[in-house]
Every structure is written in C-alpha cells, then in structure tokens.
C-alpha cells in the first residue's frame, strides 16, 4: 500500500522545498520520477489506485479543507515562488541539469541521502523521511498550525503508519539487521587489529600484524596514504601534496560546493592492543554497586587501578552520534604523549544502544535519545544538557565529575586535567564547566576545550542582532535564554543537576561570577560555516565558528575584559579528528595555559546600545586605604616604626644581653630574660592582643600614600578543606607587605613562617605571637603544621631576596628555591603565589657586590645598606604606593615522594603563575608608561 505514502512525500518535499534549496528539491523530485519510471513501482501503483479504500482516504485528504488551505498558504509564500522561480531557472540551464543528473547518480550510488537512495528503490524511503520524528518536527515547527500538526498525529495514527513501524520492529528483531545500529562496535582489518566499524583500515608498516584506523563517512572508506604511510583523506578527497610538497588531501567529487578544495591528511590511530576496545563500567554511588553504572572506554583498564606513571588525564565526550569507539580512537592519536596520558571516553548511552565489548554485570546507565517536546519540536540528546538517566537519577555531568575525582584518586603524579567535547560534545563540555561543583576543581589544574558546539549557554539575556546587543523578542523565540542556551527562568528542560549546582554555590549570579576563573578554551574550524539549528541557536550566530565569537564577545561584554582564549583551526571543517590534529587544536589542548593570546580571537566593532550589567572583577578587594589624613598618617608611622625597630632590635638583642651582663646592667638583662620567657611561655592571646593586632591593622596601611590588597578568584573559604601555602614576594627591607598581610582578618587563620633566627629572638617572637599566628621558617617547624593542614604564608626568597632589593628593578630570588614546593606536593597544599607592588621603592638598597654579599646570606647575615625616609631613614618611604596581590589558587596533586621532575614541574608552573600575576597587575601598580618598561627579574 504505498499510494498514500507516494502522497504524503511529495506534499514533504513541497513544504521542505521551503526550507532547502532549490538543487535539494530538485533531487528529491528526480528520484520520485525515476522511482516512478521502474516497472515493477508503476504495477504496484497501479494496483493500489485500484484499491478503493485507498483511493477513497486519498481523496478525503485532498479535498479537506486543512490540506487545501495548507497548499494555498504554501504556494503563496515568498520563500516557495522563490524557490520554485530558482528551480525553473536552473533545470532550463543544460548545464546545470547535466550537473544535477550526475549529482543525482552520485547520491544515490553512495548512499548519503536516504530518502534518494529509498526512492530508487522505491518510494519507502520517501514514508521513511515523512516518518522521521526530526523531519515532523522541523515541519510542525515552520507551519506552527494547529489543524496540521493534528493531520500530522491522525497520520500516524493510521493503519499504514503503524504497519510500517511493526516492520520496523521485526527488522530490528533480526540480529543480523539489529548489528547495523549497535554502537561502539568493532571490525577485525585484514592485517590485524581492529578498528572502529565506520572506520577504513590501512597498513601499518611499522608493525605488520596491526593496522592504522582511519576515520570515514560512508560506506566507501578514505583514501590509505602511501606517505606518510599512517597518514589518509576521508570521503571525496584523495592523497595528494601542495606545491610547497606539503602532505594535504585533495577534493576529487566537485558536487559537494561547501567542502573546502583541500584538507589535511588524517593522522590514522592505532589502538596498541584489542583491549582497549572494552567497554568498562564505574559505579556512581558507592552505597548501590549493585545499580546502573556509566559506560566508558580507557586506555588504563579499570579507573580504579592505580596508575602511577600517569601525567595527564585526557577526557573526550562523544558527539551525537555517541560513536565513542571513533572519539576514542581519535583522540588517542592526537595525544602527543600517549604513554604519559590516561584517556576516557565516557559513553553517554541512550535506549537502544548496544556493545558484545562490555566488561561489566550491572546494566548502564542511559539518556533518552529524545526528550521534552516545546511548540511541537522535540529535543534531542538529554545527556547533552545534563538530565538525568531514564533508569537511575543521575545527570550526565556527574558522570563526568565521577570519573575525575575516582581517576584523581589513582594517579598519584597527575599534572593535569583535560575535558573536552566536539559538537553535540562540545556544548556538554561547555555548560559542565559552567556548572560543576566537583572538588577536582580545587585540588587539580583541569582545563576544558570547548570544540564546534552547536550552541553556548549565554550568561546574559542580550544577544548580537544586526551589530548590535539587545534583547530577542521572547514571541519568537520563547526559550531562547532558558537552559540550556542561557541561565534565564525557565523550566522546559528540567535539570536537577543545574539547579543543586546553583543552590550550591547561593545562586546565578555566582555562577557567572565564578565562569572567567577557570581555564575554558573554545577552538573553532574556520570552516565549520553551514548554517543549522533552531531559533534559539541562530540567535547565537548564523553557523558554529561565528557563534563562538559572538560568545566571547558577549563574556568580554559582561566582564569588561576578555575571558578564556579562542582558536580557531585554519582550513578545518566540522571534522573532530581533524581539528583535535591541527596545531590550532593541538595548541588549545596541551599547549600552555599562560600562552600569550595572540591569534586567539579578535573582538569585533560592534554597536553598544545600553548600560552594560556590572559585575565583579576577577579580584576581590579587602583593604583600600588612600590619601589618609595626617593623624592617621602619624599613628600609621609609629605602628610601621614599632615593627621596624623590633626587627632591628631583635637581631641586636644578643649581643644587647651579652653587654649587659658583662657590664652588670642587671635591669636590662632581666628585662631581656624575662620577654623571652614570656614568648616561649603557651598563653592565649586576649583583649590587649586583638586592641594592638586591629591597631596595626587599621593605621599601618594609612602611612602610605595609598595601600591596597586584592585576591584573585576567591577569599579564602574555611568550608574548603585543601591546605593554601602562601608564597610572598618581595622580601624586601623590612617585609612591610608582609606585614600588612599578617594583620588582614581574612588570613587570621594563616601560619605566618619568620626566619629562624629571626623568630628565635625574644622580642620578634613575643610581637609576632601577640598580633597574630607566626611560626618558623625551618623545614622541621613547617613539616609539623603541614602535618595538621595548616594554612601557612613564606618569604621564599629569604634574606637573598632582601640583598637584591633595588628602587629600579622587580627581583625576586625563586629560581633555585624549589623545596617549598615539594613539601607542597608531599603534603597536599595549594600555592597562592603573592606580590607585593611597592615593596621595592620603600627604601633604597647598595647596589653591587652581590656574589660576596648572597654568600653572607648563607650564613643569615642580612646583606643589605638602606635609606628610607629623609628624616628617619629606618622609616619607609611615605610617599610609596603599595599594592599586594594575593593570586589565585596553583591546584597540585598529592605526592607522596615526588621525583626531582615532579619537583621541577610543578615550580616552573609556580614561577609561570607568578610571571602573569605580575604581568597582569603592573600597569594598576606603576600606572601606563612604568609598566611598559618594567619586567621582573627572576634570579
């Protein structure tokens, strides 16, 4: 019975002519004629429009007043008379119709549209589009009638309808047909070793019992590349070379007109053994073993084994299509130290998907392939906005905080986390980095690569219309700022996930104020440029790689300063294997987070038409005192000079005590041997400590012209339960920002460290003990509070830093002072590194004879000759400007006995972080011109 349907596809094709162009209608309608053209169709044609039953439901539907008014609203439209005119133009063009005929033939030969290759066929194929849910939907959509949409579900619901889904059902009953719609499965190549299914097997010369995988489209397979023989083309392009002798892959079918002349070859992957291909199971909640678990691939085995050569975690999320075993691949072949790297792929599975390569009992846990349906238009892939599984309730990006934070706790030498997603992977990866509350987050560097998503969850309503910012009409696009395209009030697509995360951190607005903070970089194919998507995600830009401009600038809109970096992969289509290779994506994956943004993205000139949204910078600012009144300016000098001639008089005091006893000035040896009595004694500090601590607190920051703290991304949170060590530069004179640190309420709780011998002084360690929290600077000392998880601050450069001090040049001495870092690492602390703006124009410091006065150092004997103020020259200069700097948080990883690379490692990754606080906070600090010229000095 196929009369009907023959109906029923043609009026599809006329609305879709609507939507396609006019060489797409073209196609369709030359398949429906040569459909029509084979014997064996017209008998059967024939034979139905002999049926009366059929005849007489053809001829009700036509004569309805629905479908009549539906053809004349069609017929009538703009779009359908320019179509129709481009279409007639075209096929009275010899030319072209020559070229659509052989288009026709290629399409049909290869299979890449169905509903031309089932027109050859048959006309089956044309009820299998109309079938379609996403073709149904895209027509509800664009006609938005309630008496069609209603035709629409009365099809369905036909006899014909259902006889063509029970036929379906047995298809899939049959193995053999069912194994074409299993996902992650594998094929054994001629060579040896497997491949993913949809993948072409070349030969690997390097090892002959193996084959390289390489990635392709359709049935026909790419092109193996001779040389470099693990090299290959996908569909349509052959191996070829450039005129430069460059490797490139050449277009060889001129039909498809978006694809670009010439691509890069494929680098092929090659799995080292077969069982890399399982698919293994982890287990969400430890309370249930027994309950679904996520599906994944790894090229560790099991999560849960620990694994302590690994460096790097790599974790890729599918597109979707969910073919992981492809991702997987792929990404394997793009990591530049497989044998360093651990690689997951989680597999987001839905309903119907299947594996022979489990290695696990429970049932997986899996994600509707569609879900809740808004103004007739379904939406599809419910993982990739973070809902909850159709068997358990679990969101899909707990999958992935589940796989970091269990991975973490195996890989003892792990450096860095990397997330990332292409397509349909990409905008997942995107609103989990938005989103996600993990504590990986705090503990580890975790980097997410945002690659060609379809869409972005923007952080404010307003988007770029014509060059200009404002905000959509919501009749529309009625759901354009919900989630997942935005954070704005709306709940069509229900995520409990989404809304724990945000009660979890008090709300939106501290969501988007934490977004900027972590490393996000978003990498675009310059050629990912067809236009698709619904309103809501055209309302972002025309195709994928504009929509990611818009979004940056849309971040640098609402932060008043550019946010993340972009890439943007030169000559790459919408192809993941081949944007992961590229150096733009090779450069966005594993290249240095600090790098220099150049190349990344270009804001554009676009037309400002309201008052930007305020929001908070990236630093928080707890003290700004400036332009003091010259009572608190003096009471300022005599809290600086108290701590001054303290440090002064504590380096003298054995020698004052040797004096006095030799001299028998008894008042003054008492008084000596009592305060030091009195600093070793355990005593709890009470109203007169909190009156002088708030006193010093107050009024030293007023002595100075102006003095200012910032912190980087946060405050420090008691609720966090990772150790902070604060590394502070420059020592200095006198580390008058040091001391300007030990007084802030927000670091009452840290473990100040002063130098030894300093601290072992009666008088420093008596004022240190009465104002706040001090310690000393000796490993022994420090390795007893890292034992307690204590927060503690250092003067890593110690008295050698003090000796380098200059009123012209930024120095600090950390090339070489490595063992803080190690404790870090064997104990678990986080590094805020801390600079002190100012600190050198304080006082003037000799200059010269270093060598001879850093070996004085070796033996704690300061090294330094100073002048200050022009009255009292103990005093710092009054008319200096300070500002300290508390950086944002160095997340690394617990070692318990880390290598000397370990080691190395991660201080090289202190000294970076503590070049870019500098670099980024000079100009604020020295104003536009001393910035220009100023760069620290590392020695």
């Not at 330094?864 to 300290?884: F, R």
Request: glycine content about 6%; proline content about 6%; overall charge negative.
């Amino acid at each position: 019975m196929f009369s009907l349907r023959f109906l029923f596809s043609v009026f599809a094709l006329l609305i879709l002519s609507v939507v396609t162009s006019a060489d797409d209608v073209a196609i369709g309608l030359e398949g429906l004629r040569q459909a029509a053209a084979d014997p064996a169709m017209l008998a059967q044609l024939m034979q139905d429009m002999q049926d009366p039953e059929i005849m007489a439901e053809a001829k009700k539907m036509m004569e309805s007043p629905e479908f009549q008014k539906q053809m004349k609203k069609l017929s009538q439209s703009k779009e359908f008379k320019d179509t129709t005119k481009q279409f007639e133009q075209k096929m009275n063009d010899p030319n072209h119709a020559a070229q659509m005929e052989a288009k026709m033939e290629h399409m049909m030969k290869v299979g890449q549209e169905q509903l031309k290759k089932n027109a050859m066929q048959g006309v089956e194929g044309a009820m299998a589009a109309m079938n379609d849910p996403q073709v149904v939907a895209e027509m509800s959509k664009m006609l938005k009638d309630p008496s069609f949409a209603k035709q629409l579900k009365e099809m369905q619901n036909s006899p014909e309808f259902q006889q063509y889904v029970n036929a379906m059902q047995e298809m899939l009953q049959d193995p053999a047909k069912r194994a074409q719609f299993d996902r992650a499965t594998w094929h054994a190549c001629d060579a040896g070793g497997l491949c993913p299914d949809q993948n072409t097997c070349c030969p690997n010369v390097d090892d002959p019992t193996a084959s390289f995988c390489l990635p392709s489209k359709n049935e026909r397979g790419g092109s193996c590349c001779v040389e470099p023989h693990n090299t290959g083309c996908g569909d349509d392009y052959s191996c070829d070379n450039d005129e430069d002798g460059t490797p490139i892959c050449q277009k060889t079918n001129d039909d498809n007109e978006d694809a670009p002349e010439h691509l890069p070859r494929y680098r092929a992957c090659s799995l080292p053994w077969d069982a890399l291909t399982q698919i293994h199971g982890l287990v969400i909640d430890s309370t249930t073993p027994d309950g679904p678990v996520a599906a994944y691939m790894s090229t560790g085995s099991s999560l849960n084994h620990v694994h302590d050569h690994i460096k790097t975690l790599f974790v890729v999320v599918h597109g979707s299509g969910r073919n992981v075993e492809d991702y997987f691949c792929s990404a394997h072949a793009a990591l530049p130290n497989p044998d360093t790297t651990l690689l997951i792929a989680p597999w987001l599975m839905a309903p119907g998907d299947e594996s022979d390569s489990f290695v696990f009992p429970n049932e997986p846990l899996r994600w509707a392939e569609y879900g809740p349906v808004h103004d007739d238009v379904p939406f599809f892939h419910t993982w990739r906005y973070g809902a909850d599984a159709t068997n358990a309730p679990v969101s899909s990006y707990a999958v992935v905080d589940r796989i970091l934070e269990i991975a973490t706790a195996s890989l003892p030498r792990l450096r860095e986390i990397i997330v990332t997603g292409h397509s349909a992977g990409g905008q997942f990866a995107q609103r989990w980095a938005l989103l996600s509350n993990s504590h990986v987050w705090k503990t580890h560097p975790v980097r997410v690569v945002v690659a060609n998503p379809r869409s972005f969850c923007f952080l404010s309503a307003e988007r770029l219309i014509n060059g200009t910012w404002q905000i959509p009409n919501e009749e529309d696009c009625p759901v354009y700022n919900e989630w997942e395209w935005g954070l704005g009030p709306g709940d069509w697509l229900s995520t409990p996930y989404k809304d724990q995360a945000i009660d979890d951190v008090g709300g939106v607005d501290e969501i988007i104020r934490r977004y900027p903070s972590r490393d996000i970089v978003y990498l675009a194919g310059e050629q990912d440029i067809i236009p698709n998507g619904d309103c809501q995600d055209q309302l972002q830009g025309a195709f994928r790689r504009v929509r990611s401009e818009n979004f940056m600038a849309s971040l640098e809109r609402i932060y008043h300063r550019p946010v993340h970096r972009r890439y943007v992969a030169s000559g790459i289509p919408h192809d993941h294997t081949l944007l992961y290779q590229s150096p733009e994506g090779q450069q966005a994956l594993f290249g240095d987070s600090e790098a220099d943004m150049k190349g990344s993205w270009q804001r554009e000139e676009i037309t400002e038409t309201k008052v930007q949204p305020t929001m908070s910078p990236k630093t928080i600012c707890v003290l700004d005192n400036r332009d003091s009144p010259l009572w608190d300016r003096f009471l300022g000098a005599l809290g600086v000079g108290s701590f001054v001639t303290l440090w002064l008089s504590s380096l003298a005091s054995p020698l004052v005590f040797y004096k006095a006893v030799r001299g028998e000035n008894y008042v003054v040896a008492t008084s000596l041997f009592a305060t030091a009595v009195l600093a070793y004694l355990p005593w709890e500090r009470g109203t007169l400590s909190r009156s002088i601590r708030m006193f010093l607190y107050r009024y030293h920051p007023k002595y100075y012209r102006s003095c200012k703290v910032l912190f980087e991304e946060c405050l420090p949170d008691a609720a966090d339960k990772t150790p902070t060590f604060y590394a502070v530069h420059p020592h200095g004179a006198f580390t008058l920002g040091w001391a300007c640190m030990y007084c802030l309420p927000e670091l009452e709780s840290v473990r100040f460290n002063f130098a030894s011998a300093l601290f072992a002084t009666p008088l420093i360690r008596l004022f240190t003990r009465v104002v706040g929290k001090p310690g000393a600077a000796s490993k022994g000392a420090m390795v007893r509070c890292m034992e307690k998880q204590q927060d503690m601050a250092l003067l890593p450069g110690g008295f050698e830093e003090a000796t380098i001090t200059s009123l012209q040049h930024d120095r600090v001495f950390i090339q070489k002072r490595t063992g803080f870092v190690r404790l870090c690492l064997q104990y678990g602390y986080q590094i805020r590194p801390v600079y002190v703006f100012g600190e050198k124009k304080l006082f003037w410091n000799i200059q010269g004879a270093f060598p001879f006065r850093l070996v004085m150092n070796r033996y704690k004997i300061p090294g330094i000759l100073i002048w200050g103020n022009s009255i009292i020259p103990i005093l710092p200069k009054a008319s200096s400007d300070l500002l300290v700097v508390i950086g944002a948080p160095i997340r690394i990883p617990q070692i318990s006995n880390p290598t000397a690379e370990d080691v190395k490692f991660w201080h090289s990754k202190y000294m970076a972080a503590l070049q870019k606080l500098f670099e980024e906070h000079k100009e604020a600090a020295y104003g536009v011109d001393e910035a220009k010229v100023t760069k620290l000095e590392v020695w």
